[in-house]
């Protein structure tokens, strides 16, 4: 049932959606069975054979027609108190003067994540506490996304000018799938992300070692590759805590040799997969926002030594 | 036959007799115009059904590199823009005016001019959209278009003006199309032929009329606004300005979800001729098929946000606008039983029109039920945009929309062309689509319960995914030889096929009164009307259907 994330929920608001869908599955079935079965045997029972006599003329039944109004009136309405019932569970009213957890920004084609309480910046991979309801603050810095991670919660659309909030929780450790899934541009297709429950111990201390300012490099092609982030104006889009780089346009890299993917999930973090990705981003996410800034070999393998030891 | 009356009168004009291309051009007869609309609806559902074929390709494996992301992009932009703007729309509007007149006993439409106009406007439409191509690049911001993406500051090439300017010439041209039915509809009519006894194919031409007076001004209203934005910095839609990017949505689904039954509407009303012909039967519950069908065209405004669930509305609304949504089931399931019961106590003759017809009912009731789970806003919250959502409107649009046209198509092709088409090959078409379309379709509601989301031009290598995908593709390309099929047989048709006769399946409508094809003026002499059947009654004036009503 992994495979299929609907049906394998780890929250309660995911929990409500399956029962939900299995319910109204069932329902819709038999419906289906009814007409296919009913049509079926219209099929072969009333197939035109060689000297069957003339069709009887008929024009209708009112009664049934009442018959066929009702029933499926009767349930619709059924329908309508499950769909009641759900949407409190899935989207639970947010109480007054609750801070959000988080405050998640879509962007082409990547995800900004902030810890509100703790100030930890991350990217595509969220953390979570088990068993935490995470209230998220939605927002887009530019077009319409959509954050999905169906084992956790509902979707929402993450819409510039008009902020959303939603709910999500995993009662178990694990990692969970997520994607965009609005079409926001070319790359709508690499804006994956995961979410990484975790026991609080460990969430804990994973929130620690994000808060700490990254250790400056001590290999020596660990420093050429700091030196070229900055001589690149890589620092033009991103920030590492610790260094002159500050700016939001692009991922925090403060930390990414901690995360698991690069660029939306379209490659592995891997040196291997980030050389690659320094080198050609355009062949790994043709028209990300990411500039192919025509590295010699020497440099990329400098970079990944600088960015893997970024931990 | 003495009381044979007076075809309809329509506005005497005089055309002075050209041949060859130019009198194609300058034709404001409504059976060539009816022609040239099936004609380049035929020719955009190929181009449209090549769009879809290198989707396929690009998702036959995870990961593939056929074509780039922007070619992608502008492959689905422009499959779902041909297909329902320049292929189903124009090819039901094509068998209206084809056949509309000839049902209503009437000698042309009532403004034939006009007639001319939509259909020119919306060739026009059609030209300046696959312009794009050549000048600079097509659209690559979907068939929706959402704002901000749709704006020049993330949309900065042409293709999204040329999208703009083609939908408009196209909605304006439908527009007049819809009055022009409306009125010939209403003014037209033979005596004897009264509202109530209009065939169920001119029924829902005229609601799907009134669908299309109100709803096609919202999205030429909107592309007007997206326009002046793009050109003018408006910021009407973008956020960035102080604009709404909500709003165009909006704007776009209280068009786009009636233009949905615009879709289907006339495709009932093919259903609704060849289920009875085929089963030597009238309609069963002739009253609720066209009542049913007023009830759609009128709920169908009150449902556009179901298409925003994802959006963030409020509680209120999204119960609102889920139980608006739920109820379209009532009026669409009544529609299902009675052509069920048509056949009921039937002699039914399954010629390839008839299991079109057949197949329309499975097929359609499986869209009309995946339908209602999005209706449930709350399951609406995990299948939208996904590839779930794919399959729920291919089974309302192919398995309904264009199974109900290729049953018109067999239904009438021998009226207009004089021909029949083979039913031996007709079989094969039918049975290659049917599977082929399964085959691509069913799939993808377990493809995307399984969190594939639409529009991505390539997918991570996740368990069933690449399986699940290559059925789809392989299916793909059985419809795609299915559709060839169908075209070399209608070709074939044309010089080969068996003379069809008036009246080759022994219906009881007006059109098959009079030659196939019809000449100029349509009909010499109209039977007479005193019921739903007028042959039927004229072959049994003894069982005419008023005395059997009567007694």
């Given at each position: 049932?992994?495979?299929?994330?609907?049906?394998?929920?780890?929250?309660?608001?995911?929990?409500?959606?399956s029962a939900?869908?299995?319910?109204?599955?069932?329902?819709?079935?038999?419906i289906?069975?009814?007409?296919?079965?009913?049509?079926?045997?219209?099929?072969?029972?009333?197939?035109?054979r060689?000297?069957?006599?003339?069709?009887?003329?008929?024009?209708?039944?009112?009664?049934?027609?009442?018959?066929?109004?009702?029933?499926p009136?009767?349930?619709?309405?059924?329908?309508?108190?499950?769909?009641?019932?759900?949407?409190?569970?899935?989207?639970?009213l947010?109480?007054?003067?609750?801070?959000?957890?988080?405050?998640?920004?879509?962007?082409?084609?990547?995800?900004?994540?902030?810890?509100?309480?703790?100030?930890?910046?991350?990217?595509n991979?969220?953390?979570?506490?088990?068993?935490?309801?995470?209230?998220?603050?939605?927002?887009?810095?530019?077009?319409?996304?959509?954050?999905?991670?169906?084992?956790?919660?509902?979707?929402?659309?993450?819409?510039?000018?008009?902020?959303?909030?939603?709910?999500?929780?995993?009662?178990?450790?694990?990692?969970?799938?997520?994607?965009?899934?609005?079409?926001?541009?070319?790359?709508?297709?690499?804006?994956?992300?995961?979410?990484?429950?975790?026991?609080?111990?460990?969430?804990?201390?994973?929130?620690?070692?994000?808060?700490?300012?990254?250790?400056?490099?001590?290999?020596?092609?660990?420093?050429?590759?700091?030196?070229?982030?900055?001589?690149?104006?890589?620092?033009?889009?991103?920030?590492?805590?610790?260094?002159?780089?500050?700016?939001?346009?692009?991922?925090?890299?403060?930390?990414?040799?901690?995360?698991?993917?690069?660029?939306?999930?379209?490659?592995?973090?891997?040196?291997?997969?980030?050389?690659?990705?320094?080198?050609?981003?355009?062949?790994?996410?043709?028209?990300?926002?990411?500039?192919?800034?025509?590295?010699?070999?020497?440099?990329?393998?400098?970079?990944?030594?600088?960015?893997?030891?970024?931990? | 036959?003495?009381?044979?009356?007076?075809?309809?009168?329509?506005?005497?004009?005089?055309?002075?007799?050209?041949?060859?291309?130019?009198?194609?051009?300058?034709?404001?007869?409504?059976?060539?115009?009816?022609?040239?609309?099936?004609?380049?609806?035929?020719?955009?559902?190929?181009?449209?059904?090549?769009?879809?074929?290198?989707?396929?390709?690009?998702?036959?494996?995870?990961?593939?590199?056929?074509?780039?992301?922007?070619?992608?992009?502008?492959?689905?932009?422009?499959?779902?823009?041909?297909?329902?703007?320049?292929?189903?729309?124009?090819?039901?509007?094509?068998?209206?005016?084809?056949?509309?007149?000839?049902m209503?006993?009437?000698?042309?439409?009532?403004?034939?001019?006009?007639?001319?106009?939509?259909?020119?406007?919306?060739?026009?439409?059609?030209?300046?959209?696959?312009?794009?191509f050549?000048?600079g690049?097509?659209?690559?911001a979907?068939?929706?278009?959402?704002?901000?993406?749709?704006?020049?500051?993330?949309?900065?090439?042409p293709?999204?003006?040329?999208?703009?300017?083609?939908?408009?010439?196209?909605?304006?041209?439908?527009?007049?199309?819809?009055?022009?039915?409306?009125?010939?509809?209403?003014?037209?009519?033979?005596?004897?032929?009264?509202?109530?006894?209009l065939?169920?194919?001119?029924?829902?031409?005229l609601?799907?009329?009134?669908?299309?007076?109100?709803?096609?001004?919202?999205?030429?209203?909107a592309?007007?606004?997206?326009?002046?934005?793009?050109?003018?910095?408006?910021?009407?839609?973008?956020?960035?300005?102080?604009?709404?990017?909500?709003?165009?949505?909006?704007?776009?689904?209280?068009?786009?979800?009636p233009?949905?039954?615009i879709?289907?509407?006339?495709?009932?009303?093919?259903?609704?001729?060849?289920?009875?012909?085929?089963?030597?039967?009238?309609?069963?519950?002739?009253?609720?098929?066209?009542?049913?069908?007023?009830a759609?065209?009128?709920?169908?405004?009150?449902?556009?946000?179901?298409?925003?669930?994802?959006?963030?509305?409020?509680?209120?609304?999204?119960?609102?606008?889920?139980i608006?949504?739920?109820?379209?089931?009532?009026?669409?399931?009544?529609?299902?039983?009675?052509?069920?019961?048509?056949?009921?106590?039937?002699?039914?003759?399954?010629?390839?029109?008839?299991?079109?017809?057949?197949?329309?009912?499975?097929?359609?009731?499986?869209?009309?039920?995946?339908?209602?789970?999005?209706?449930?806003?709350?399951?609406?919250?995990?299948?939208?945009?996904?590839y779930?959502?794919?399959?729920?409107?291919?089974?309302?649009?192919?398995?309904?929309?264009?199974?109900?046209?290729?049953?018109?198509?067999?239904?009438?092709?021998?009226?207009?062309?004089?021909?029949?088409?083979?039913?031996?090959?007709?079989?094969?078409?039918?049975?290659?689509?049917?599977?082929?379309?399964?085959?691509?379709?069913?799939?993808?509601?377990?493809?995307?319960?399984?969190?594939?989301?639409?529009?991505?031009?390539?997918?991570?290598?996740?368990?069933?995914?690449?399986?699940?995908?290559?059925?789809?593709?392989?299916?793909?390309?059985?419809?795609?030889?299915?559709?060839?099929?169908?075209?070399?047989?209608?070709?074939?048709?044309?010089?080969?096929?068996?003379?069809?006769?008036d009246?080759?399946?022994?219906?009881?409508?007006?059109?098959?009164?009079?030659?196939?094809?019809?000449?100029?003026?349509?009909?010499?002499?109209?039977?007479?009307?005193?019921?739903?059947?007028?042959?039927?009654?004229?072959?049994?004036?003894?069982?005419?259907?008023?005395?059997?009503?009567?007694?």
């Amino acid at each position: 049932m992994d495979r299929i994330p609907v049906l394998a929920p780890v929250s309660p608001q995911a929990h409500a959606l399956s029962a939900l869908l299995i319910a109204v599955f069932f329902v819709l079935l038999a419906i289906f069975l009814l007409v296919t079965g009913l049509v079926t045997f219209m099929i072969i029972r009333y197939r035109d054979r060689p000297g069957a006599p003339e069709a009887r003329q008929i024009f209708g039944w009112n009664t049934l027609e009442v018959i066929w109004t009702l029933i499926p009136i009767g349930i619709l309405a059924i329908f309508s108190v499950f769909m009641i019932s759900a949407d409190r569970a899935a989207d639970p009213l947010v109480p007054p003067g609750r801070i959000p957890d988080l405050q998640v920004v879509g962007h082409q084609w990547w995800w900004e994540i902030n810890y509100r309480a703790s100030g930890v910046v991350a990217a595509n991979e969220i953390h979570i506490p088990v068993g935490k309801p995470i209230l998220i603050d939605l927002r887009s810095a530019d077009v319409v996304h959509d954050f999905w991670a169906p084992r956790l919660g509902r979707k929402i659309d993450a819409v510039p000018g008009h902020p959303n909030m939603l709910w999500i929780e995993a009662d178990q450790p694990g990692t969970y799938m997520g994607e965009c899934a609005e079409f926001c541009g070319v790359e709508h297709t690499w804006m994956r992300f995961r979410v990484i429950a975790q026991n609080r111990g460990d969430f804990d201390a994973w929130q620690r070692t994000q808060l700490a300012t990254p250790l400056s490099p001590t290999a020596p092609d660990a420093i050429a590759g700091a030196k070229l982030f900055t001589d690149k104006t890589c620092v033009n889009c991103h920030a590492i805590a610790g260094t002159v780089a500050n700016q939001t346009v692009g991922p925090d890299l403060s930390h990414i040799a901690s995360r698991v993917m690069l660029a939306g999930e379209a490659a592995q973090n891997t040196p291997d997969e980030l050389f690659r990705w320094l080198k050609q981003p355009d062949v790994i996410k043709p028209q990300s926002h990411m500039p192919n800034f025509k590295l010699t070999d020497d440099e990329a393998r400098e970079l990944v030594a600088y960015l893997e030891g970024l931990k | 036959m003495s009381e044979m009356v007076e075809a309809g009168v329509a506005p005497a004009i005089v055309v002075p007799e050209r041949e060859g291309l130019l009198r194609w051009i300058t034709s404001v007869d409504h059976k060539e115009i009816g022609i040239l609309y099936i004609i380049s609806a035929m020719a955009f559902f190929l181009i449209g059904g090549l769009e879809a074929l290198v989707i396929r390709l690009q998702l036959l494996a995870p990961n593939f590199h056929i074509v780039s992301p922007e070619t992608f992009d502008q492959m689905f932009t422009m499959h779902g823009t041909t297909m329902i703007f320049l292929f189903v729309m124009p090819m039901l509007t094509g068998f209206s005016t084809y056949v509309v007149p000839l049902m209503i006993g009437a000698r042309d439409m009532a403004f034939p001019r006009l007639n001319a106009m939509s259909f020119w406007l919306q060739l026009f439409g059609g030209i300046i959209l696959y312009f794009s191509f050549v000048a600079g690049g097509a659209s690559s911001a979907g068939w929706f278009a959402y704002t901000p993406l749709s704006e020049k500051a993330y949309s900065s090439l042409p293709g999204v003006d040329f999208w703009i300017l083609g939908l408009a010439c196209i909605g304006i041209g439908t527009l007049a199309g819809a009055i022009n039915f409306a009125v010939t509809i209403i003014c037209l009519r033979v005596e004897g032929l009264t509202i109530r006894r209009l065939p169920l194919f001119v029924w829902m031409t005229l609601v799907n009329s009134f669908l299309m007076i109100f709803a096609l001004p919202l999205i030429n209203a909107a592309l007007a606004m997206l326009l002046i934005d793009r050109f003018f910095n408006a910021h009407v839609f973008d956020p960035a300005g102080g604009g709404s990017a909500i709003l165009w949505q909006h704007y776009f689904w209280s068009f786009g979800h009636p233009e949905v039954y615009i879709m289907i509407l006339p495709a009932f009303g093919i259903i609704s001729e060849v289920i009875p012909v085929f089963s030597r039967k009238p309609i069963y519950g002739y009253e609720f098929v066209a009542a049913s069908s007023v009830a759609i065209a009128f709920l169908s405004f009150t449902v556009w946000a179901h298409h925003m669930f994802a959006v963030g509305m409020s509680h209120v609304a999204n119960l609102a606008f889920g139980i608006a949504s739920m109820t379209i089931a009532v009026p669409t399931g009544i529609k299902i039983f009675n052509w069920t019961a048509t056949m009921y106590g039937g002699r039914i003759r399954f010629t390839t029109a008839m299991m079109f017809a057949t197949a329309f009912l499975i097929t359609f009731t499986i869209g009309g039920l995946s339908g209602i789970s999005f209706a449930i806003f709350p399951l609406d919250w995990q299948l939208t945009d996904t590839y779930y959502l794919v399959a729920h409107f291919h089974y309302v649009l192919f398995g309904g929309s264009v199974f109900g046209i290729f049953a018109g198509f067999y239904y009438w092709f021998p009226k207009i062309s004089g021909r029949l088409l083979s039913e031996r090959v007709g079989k094969w078409q039918f049975w290659l689509t049917f599977i082929g379309f399964n085959l691509t379709f069913f799939v993808q509601h377990i493809l995307g319960l399984a969190g594939m989301p639409r529009r991505v031009f390539t997918y991570p290598d996740l368990p069933g995914w690449h399986a699940m995908n290559a059925i789809s593709s392989i299916g793909a390309f059985m419809l795609g030889f299915a559709v060839l099929l169908f075209v070399w047989m209608i070709f074939e048709a044309l010089s080969n096929g068996e003379i069809a006769g008036d009246n080759p399946w022994e219906a009881w409508t007006l059109e098959w009164a009079t030659t196939s094809p019809p000449p100029p003026e349509n009909f010499e002499r109209v039977p007479p009307v005193h019921g739903r059947r007028p042959l039927w009654d004229l072959a049994h004036p003894e069982r005419a259907d008023e005395l059997v009503a009567r007694s």
